[in-house]
T-cell receptor
Framework: RKEVEQDPGPFNVPEGATVAFNCTYSNSASQSFFWYRQDCRKEPKLLMSVYSSGNEDGRFTAQLNRASQYISLLIRDSKLSDSATYLCVVNPWGDNNNDMRFGAGTRLTVKP | DARVTQTPRHKVTEMGQEVTMRCQPILGHNTVFWYRQTMMQGLELLAYFRNRAPLDDSGMPKDRFSAEMPDATLATLKIQPSEPRDSAVYFC?????????????FGPGTRLTVL
């Protein structure tokens, strides 16, 4: 079983739609969680961290469910520029050692 | 604007040839990661250095791959001999642990094609 699993998609949605991505992780001791974004033929970049209480950054909302070992990302009012691959990322260690485990990504295409 | 740099950006080579990829981490970062990304496997961790010492290279095929950090400003990933199945995008990432932000900063990648 992979350490981090995501629905690969693709998700094709119209502009303005709300879309949600899910991710599960296998290591119950994992401490830090993130969403990275990767544009086509580019490198991954940090989108947002995921906090236990859930957190929001503009149109993006991240949620964590430790009991179910589950992370989600919700994008509201999607824009064409949101088209990208979204990578679920887990740091399985207790300290800030930067060691991350990346999911394979969920591809999103937002259409006019 | 501090960035991770990687060279070359593209490499086409023939099976059996040696390939060397280079990475310059962000100045002051003490952790360096090498990843390989393919459509089928996603982003796979190959090797990981902290303060130039290898901490984890369990994801790397040892018979043909080697990773080193000759100094704090240079990390190298070498494949010898290369095979068509090595065709992928190879990313280097750097970070600062434990005091920095819990984030990896990626370079633009080396797109490798082995014929």
């Amino acid at each position: 079983r992979k350490e981090v699993e995501q629905d690969p998609g693709p998700f094709n949605v119209p502009e303005g739609a709300t879309v949600a991505f899910n991710c599960t992780y296998s290591n119950s001791a994992s401490q830090s969680f993130f969403w990275y974004r990767q544009d086509c033929r580019k490198e991954p970049k940090l989108l947002m961290s995921v906090y236990s209480s859930g957190n929001e950054d503009g149109r993006f909302t991240a949620q964590l469910n430790r009991a179910s070992q589950y992370i989600s990302l919700l994008i509201r009012d999607s824009k064409l520029s949101d088209s990208a691959t979204y990578l679920c990322v887990v740091n399985p260690w207790g300290d800030n050692n930067n060691d991350m485990r990346f999911g394979a990504g969920t591809r999103l295409t937002v259409k006019p | 604007d501090a960035r991770v740099t990687q060279t070359p950006r593209h490499k086409v080579t023939e099976m059996g040839q040696e390939v060397t990829m280079r990475c310059q981490p962000i100045l002051g970062h003490n952790t360096v990661f090498w990843y390989r990304q393919t459509m089928m496997q996603g982003l796979e961790l190959l090797a990981y250095f902290r303060n130039r010492a290898p901490l984890d290279d369990s994801g790397m095929p040892k018979d043909r791959f080697s990773a080193e950090m000759p100094d704090a400003t240079l990390a190298t990933l070498k494949i010898q001999p290369s095979e068509p199945r090595d065709s992928a995008v190879y990313f280097c990432a750097s970070g600062l642990a434990p005091r920095g932000p819990n984030e990896q900063f990626f370079g633009p990648g080396t797109r490798l094609t082995v014929l």
